[in-house]
Every structure is written in C-alpha cells, then in structure tokens.
C-alpha cells in the first residue's frame, strides 16, 4: 500500500501546527500586562499620587507619579488639545506596526520574537493605562543622592529589556555573546 498520500497529509499538518515557542509569543506579553496592570494596581491602592515609600535606602523608592505624556515624561510637562487621544493613537499604531513585524518574522528568529514580545506587553500596559485614565502610573524611583532617573513601571522595564535584546539580535550577537560571523 502507498502511504504518499498520508505521510504528505501528516507532513502538511507538522508544517501548519504552531510550534512550541510560539507560545511564547502569545502568553509574555499577556503575562507583562497582567503583572504591569497589577503591580500600577497596588500602587494607586496604597499610595497617594507623588507619595513615596522606600524599597532600598539611597537608592529605590515606589512613588506614585502620572505620567500624562509619552516615554521618559517627554511631553509630560505640555498641555495641548486632545493630547491624551493623539499619544493613544501613536502608541496604538507603534503596537500595530510592532505585531506586524513580529508576525512576518521566521520562526526560527526566537531571539527577536522574544524581545519583540516584551515590547508588545510592555506597549499594550501602557496603552491600557492611557485608554482608561488618560495617563500611566509609574512607581519606581531610582536614585543616587539628588539624581533621580526617570521613573517608570513593569511595562516600560519590558519595553527596555525587549529594545535591548533586539538590538543584541540585529548586531547578530549570538547566545556565547560573540558576534555571528
């Protein structure tokens, strides 16, 4: 009997099912908005706007700020018209045309799709939080002496981390830290 026939079915089938790590792609950046989402929470929960409280003496503290404007409190200071809806639709279109990228990858570039996973979660927390309130909580504080960086929350660290490992990707940087030839 000729199983052509069935080892092509089968073999079309292996071809058309989701491979393992994609799952990654689906369930990270779920997982950094529901932590982000929680984590801005219990912040609005337990400390009043520009209240502080500190995690490790001189150097973090958590201090509820808003953060109306877009990354690093660029624009936060400025007050337009329709602001919060014209950040929204930037940020909506910058999540758009990530996920696009992300989708038109190969398979095979896991290093990129996870670093493009963390962007995407860290990207939607944020938006969430721009949707619902206009603005984003950021809580933590670093600091050393009088020189505070900029506060920022669980989906902006994804975003870093994610841009980073990017980065690492595109320069062709491999898993031994050495450049690929």
Known sequence: MDNTLDDSVYAGERDAAVPPRRHLEVWLPMVIVAVDQATKAMIRASLTEHESRTVIP?????????????????????????????????ATA?????????????????????????????????????????????????????????????????????????ILDMLGVDRRGTPNA
């Open 58 to 90: 001189g150097l973090m503290d958590f201090t509820h700020v808003l953060n109306s404007g877009a990354a690093f409190g660029f624009l936060n200071g400025v007050d337009f018209p329709f602001k919060t809806v014209v950040i929204a639709v930037i």
């Open 94 to 166: 910058a999540l758009i045309g990530v996920g696009v990228y992300a989708a038109n990858l190969a398979h095979h570039q896991i290093v990129a799709r996870l670093g493009l996973a963390l962007i995407i979660g860290g990207a939607a927390g944020n938006l969430i939080d721009r949707l619902v309130s206009g603005s984003v909580v950021d809580f933590v504080d670093v600091y050393w002496g009088t020189h505070h960086f900029w506060a920022f929350n669980i989906a902006d660290s994804a975003i870093s981390v994610g841009v980073a490992i990017m």
